[in-house]
């Protein structure tokens, strides 16, 4: 169960949740949305849409990046339609629909046709490369559940927020995570070649592709240094972004890649070894950049900004000796990956170059926390 | 023979020549050096060296962005060392070893141990996108050659030219030019898996990897309006670089791909159809540095002005309907490709962006020519 420092009556039905965002190590990106899911004896169904990941992905989720959000569930007599607010502004459009199908999901798990008003608030930029998706969905699902009644664990809540977005899943445990692809011929990561065998259904609660803590959030004192080149909405959300990964001709090399990539980052963070983590950090990074480049239509998340931060990233490294690594999710802001005792150092050095408008800086957090109070 | 307006005593032993740089629209990166290369009968030996490229590459060659160059052959016992000077600057090192070496194969084919003075100019900035190596080493073996009295024709000339830079290879022909790999199993193109078999022996005049000419430069009135936000020198230069591309995971899924887009941009030019050729420009644009960025060490050639002019390519074309494309080569300067009618109008765009520093747009030009006069 998710921890809070109240207990909550079931008939409250309204609940409030704080979730950090979360960095990926290794990225997920790109789904099986084309391919055939199956679960032993069932018809095979469409992978489309239940964000079941081609690779394995580690990440760490963050104290200081978060998103709170308050549902609250009221009858449809007295609340005909869900409302969605995030950051103080009513959703519309397509990102409203997609919180309404997650509205919809939780409504299925608990058997209920009430309606939701939904508050949300984020304490970093929102669709600029800090993952809000993840934060947003994994804080949705948990005050959602809560506020229904809805006895789940984390592992299960993990699998519902997949749903919202892949990397939600992640952010339902702190420290460091791992989400299990969750398929394949019995092997734990990327794998090679072959059509692949998806075991999952699309249940709801379907516990195979789901994250799971690997080491808490006490376990190495890493620091995300956040350089905010940029804070403009993306032109395409990482969910779209997502459905094009199988359009690019490097796609099938970078999740060859992944399974290797993974153990190097398993051992490094079992170790505790920031130079043995950084390379691989980055090769990641750049080759998910390369697949997004080349994908059609073609994706360049990157700004005039983002070069600037890479170029003294490496040259304060190979030129200073300064223990920092870079990774980039779908978006033009850098994360500066370094251990604790070199944090106010880059966030100095970070802070002075002239495209980085804000410097955000978390360390590992906690995983999802119920709250006393609400948002309205 | 290359063209020339002047006959020329076999003692003159001076001879200037000026060749065109060359913008490539499926690009050369990567050689086949750690492969064995084998003609016939004889034992093999390793690629390395040989500039034998992994796949076949199409360019345009420049009218407007070129150099000059002059060698001047005397006895050793009055110069006894070759001396080369760059836009004035005399080379040393192993940027020198590399035209020493070069000078080296005209030696040997001329049977003569004389010493060179070499003096070169470019109308371009050297080392930042533009390929100076490749207009460079082309009228560097026109000019040695001519002066040495070789009667060679361009394409044992290209053969030549390219051991002394790949891409050299291709600007010894004007307007669209093939530089075939030359060995494989019978493919023109890139081709899948397997061990290769190469045809190609090491003899200077080999002429299976050379160029050839598709199209002289009146077949389609193309402009390369190049967008100089750097002139800056290079980390790595390509020579190194090609070495690396092997390092990346992203290298094999690249050069798989080739196939594919050399028969597009044949036809594209066949057709003159700029939206035909234009996604596929910038598709193997973006796969390349793909591929660079994930080598190891990690080639980042773009800077923040790089960024800024794709974004802008992109938001010309995509919202304003300008007929424009981009490329780049190992460097962090753009290439815009677009038809002539619409030069003026991208030259006028991207001349006003912060980021620009040069705009030189150039046509396609024709192959290289022995001048009368010599730049000393």
Chains 1, 2 share one sequence.
């Not at 039905?13 to 032993?40: L, M």
């Not at 909405?233 to 690019?248: E, P, Q, W």
């Not at 059609?296 to 690594?325: F, I, K, M, N």
Request: proline share 4%; aromatic share 6%.
């Amino acid at each position: 169960m998710i921890g809070g420092r109240a207990t909550r009556s079931l008939f409250e039905r309204k609940a409030t949740c704080r979730a950090g965002s979360n960095i990926a190590f290794i990225k997920y990106w790109g789904g099986a949305e084309v391919a055939t899911v199956q679960a032993g004896d069932q018809p095979p169904v469409r992978g489309e849409g239940l964000n079941i990941p081609l690779n394995n992905s580690i990440s760490m989720t963050l104290a200081d990046a978060h998103t709170t959000t308050t549902v609250a569930w009221e009858d449809s007599a007295n609340l005909p339609e869900d409302t969605v607010a995030i950051d103080g502004v009513q959703l519309k459009g397509s990102a409203a629909e997609r919180v309404v199908a997650h509205l919809d999901r939780l409504r299925a798990l608990a058997g209920v046709s009430d309606k939701a008003r939904v508050v949300s608030r984020n304490n970093f930029p929102m669709a600029s490369g800090i993952a809000s998706s993840a934060s947003g969905f994994a804080a949705l699902t948990v005050a959602g559940a809560a506020a229904l009644g809805l006895r789940l664990d984390a592992t299960r809540l993990s699998a519902v927020a997949r749903r919202g977005s892949g990397s939600a899943s992640r952010s339902l445990f702190g420290g460091v995570v791992e989400w299990e692809r969750g398929w394949g011929r019995g092997e734990s990561e990327g794998g090679s070649g072959g059509a692949p065998f998806l075991r999952l259904d699309s249940a709801l609660l379907d516990s195979r592709s789901v994250a799971h803590q690997m080491y808490d959030e006490r376990h190495w004192a890493l620091r995300d240094v956040i350089a905010i080149v940029s804070a403009g909405a993306k032109r395409v959300s990482s969910s779209s972004g997502h459905r094009l990964a199988a359009t690019s001709p490097l796609n099938a090399a970078r999740t060859a890649c992944v399974g290797a990539w993974l153990e190097t980052v398993r051992r490094a963070i079992a170790e505790r070894d920031i130079s043995l983590l950084g390379p691989v950090l980055e090769a990641d990074a750049l080759a998910m950049h390369g697949v997004m480049m080349t994908s059609e239509p073609s994706l360049l998340y990157w700004q005039p900004g983002t070069l600037e931060v890479l170029h003294a990233a490496r040259a304060w490294r190979e030129e200073e000796g300064v223990p920092v690594y870079f990774t980039i999710d779908a978006g033009p802001n850098v994360h500066l990956i370094c251990e604790a005792d070199a944090a106010a150092e880059v966030e100095r050095r970070v802070s002075a170059l002239p495209a980085v408008r804000r410097v955000l800086t978390s360390g590992p957090g906690a995983g999802p926390e119920l709250l006393d109070g609400h948002l309205f």
